[in-house]
Nanobody, 126 residues
Framework: QVQLVESGGGLVQPGDSLRLSCAAS????????MGWFRQAPGQEREFVAA????????DYAHSVEGRFTISRDNVKNEVYLEMTNLKPEDTARYYC???????????????????WGQGTQVTVSS
């Protein structure tokens, strides 16, 4: 059974940083592309960042490019999202997701992903 467990969320002030982690089990982690998505109340789930199974190729939403960094550790079976210069509009529940890597291009469409975690809340407020 595939499990994705996110951690690291919290309440921070604008300009602060957070590091989210996602621990994967029940799958051959190095065979999966991994993505981070977020969803704010009343809004659709949106793409944040993704990495291919090797970690060589990454992609970011325009709104987070230059502030967020996705990385992975294929030994620990974890994927991370380093978030800096956080803004109130980054407030959302953040989810990690997994899809078997096929194309070599980081997938950014939520419906393509096969497995999802339960999410971790990030709130940016002064």
């Amino acid at each position: 059974q595939v499990q994705l467990v996110e951690s690291g969320g919290g309440l921070v002030q604008p300009g602060d940083s957070l590091r989210l982690s996602c621990a994967a089990s029940g799958l051959t982690f190095s065979a999966y592309d991994m993505g981070w998505f977020r969803q704010a109340p009343g809004q659709e789930r949106e793409f944040v960042a993704a990495t291919t199974r090797s970690g060589v190729s990454v992609d970011y939403a325009h709104s987070v490019e230059g502030r967020f960094t996705i990385s992975r550790d294929n030994v620990k079976n974890e994927v991370y999202l380093e978030m800096t210069n956080l803004k109130p509009e980054d407030t959302a529940r953040y989810y990690c997701a997994a899809i078997r890597g096929q194309t070599g291009v980081p997938p950014n469409i939520p419906s393509w992903y096969e497995h999802w975690g339960q999410g971790t809340q990030v709130t940016v407020s002064s």
